[in-house]
């Protein structure tokens, strides 16, 4: 079994004050992806120095701003950042990570981080620059490597069972149809699979986010906005998901909760 699991931090430092630290340990994932890291890439390899796996990590030109990074039981045969357009290469928002695995197959893992974005601002210009560019990236990896899996923050529900409110937020960055339909493209005209849908069917969420004002993760009105899209060899030996959700809101090291998926594939062999 290879187990991964990808989660949006809202600060590598914060949540390692919160508990994050514990959590890891206690994870038993040989690859975790993050997201909005918000720490130059030295901190991040300062913090986690002792955590026991090894770290690549590509900050944000913007201090304190976005970041993503890939953990991992073993290094990486290869590591790059940026989604292939250039306008987004000091972004903080893409790195991915090729491993080999024990029966010699590759596997490229992204974690990736859209922008939330904003109706009619510069901000959801560059949140629609940034799907394109990963129109074309994503065939691109399910090219280069036997499997490829996406994982990350999204930042857009799919479908109306992925968002609690969804009749309230149509018009709201996170669902608005334009966003909505690069996802259908990503799932059918590409041919990644979104995996957690897979294996959770057709029910309400089970949703990643939840706001950290009100009552919204006692009342779990949240959005599943965190993703793993793999290509279909990948997708097909998938055999659980879950999202590890804080028994309370008094627990939660992030508004986000880590979204685990196990695959029947070999482990990952060393560089």
């Known amino acids: 079994m290879l187990r991964i699991t990808t989660v949006n931090v809202n600060g590598i430092r914060a949540a390692l004050r919160k508990g994050m630290g514990e959590w890891m340990a206690a994870a038993d994932s040989p690859i975790i992806t993050l997201q909005e890291v918000r720490a130059a890439n030295d901190i991040v390899f300062d913090v986690l120095a002792d955590s026991g796996y090894r770290i690549q990590s590509a900050d944000a030109e913007a201090k304190g701003r976005a970041g993503v990074a890939v953990l991992s039981r073993t290094e990486p045969e290869a590591t790059r950042t940026g989604n292939g357009d250039d306008y987004f290469d000091r972004a903080g928002r893409w790195i991915e990570s090729d491993f080999r695995l024990a029966d010699g197959s590759l596997l490229t893992v992204v974690s990736a981080y859209v922008h939330s ?155």
Request: charged share 30%; proline share 5%; aromatic share 12%.
């Open 117 to 271: 974005g904003e109706v009619d601002t510069p901000k959801q210009d560059d949140k629609y620059r940034f799907l394109e560019a990963m129109l074309v990236r994503l065939p691109e990896l399910a090219e280069h490597a036997d499997h490829a899996v996406l994982t990350g923050d999204l930042n857009v529900c799919h479908t109306e069972l992925d968002l609690k409110n969804w009749k309230a937020n149509r018009k709201k960055a996170g669902f608005l149809p334009e966003e909505r339909a690069y996802f259908d493209r990503f799932f059918s005209d590409i041919g990644y699979v979104d995996v957690h849908r897979q294996l959770s069917g057709e029910v309400p969420g089970p949703y990643t986010w939840w706001s950290m004002r009100g009552k919204a993760f006692d009342n779990d009105a949240g959005w599943r906005i965190d993703y793993q899209a793999a290509t279909p060899g990948l997708a097909e030996t998938a055999t659980a998901a879950r999202v590890d959700r804080a028994a309370s809101w008094g627990e939660r090291w992030s508004d986000h909760a880590p979204l685990v998926i196990d695959y029947d594939l070999p482990g990952l062999r060393e560089a």
